[in-house]
């Protein structure tokens, strides 16, 4: 079964950190970029980093970054993003998405897989 799943996401008081897991199953992650996706209650859904499947470029939000590190690991067919320094604002459902390509995955559009999220809560 072709599918990605994300995991880490939980409460966490601002100011502390998180660290998501996408990993794919039923296919390759080598040869998809991979992005990250939120969307808050109330609001439409916004990319937060991706990562290419090549040379490793990556795209983060103005919102994001210098708090946010994407990677991803192949031999375990895992993409992780690394939250430094949570905000209440960064309280969403994240989902991972998977494109070949880099270019439309970061301008959010023509994903080949999706996953069904994890819930990151901001929260004292």
């Known amino acids: 079964q072709v599918q990605l799943v994300e995991s880490g996401g939980g409460l966490v008081q601002p100011g502390g950190s998180l660290r998501l897991s996408c990993t794919a199953s039923g296919f390759i992650l080598d040869y998809y970029a991979i992005g990250w996706f939120r969307q808050a209650p109330g609001k439409e859904r916004e990319g937060v980093s991706a990562?290419?499947?090549?040379?490793?470029?990556?795209y983060y939000a103005d919102s994001v970054k210098g708090r946010f590190s994407i990677s991803r690991d192949n031999a375990k067919n895992t993409v992780y993003l690394q939250m430094n320094s949570l905000k209440p604002e960064d309280t969403a459902v994240y989902y991972c998405?998977?494109?070949?390509?880099?270019?439309?995955?970061?301008?959010?559009?023509?994903?080949?897989?999706w996953g069904k999220g994890t819930l990151v809560t901001v929260s004292s």
């Open positions: 990562i290419s499947s090549s040379d490793g470029e990556t």
């Open positions: 998405g998977a494109n070949k390509d880099y270019r439309a995955l970061v301008a959010g559009y023509g994903m080949d897989h």
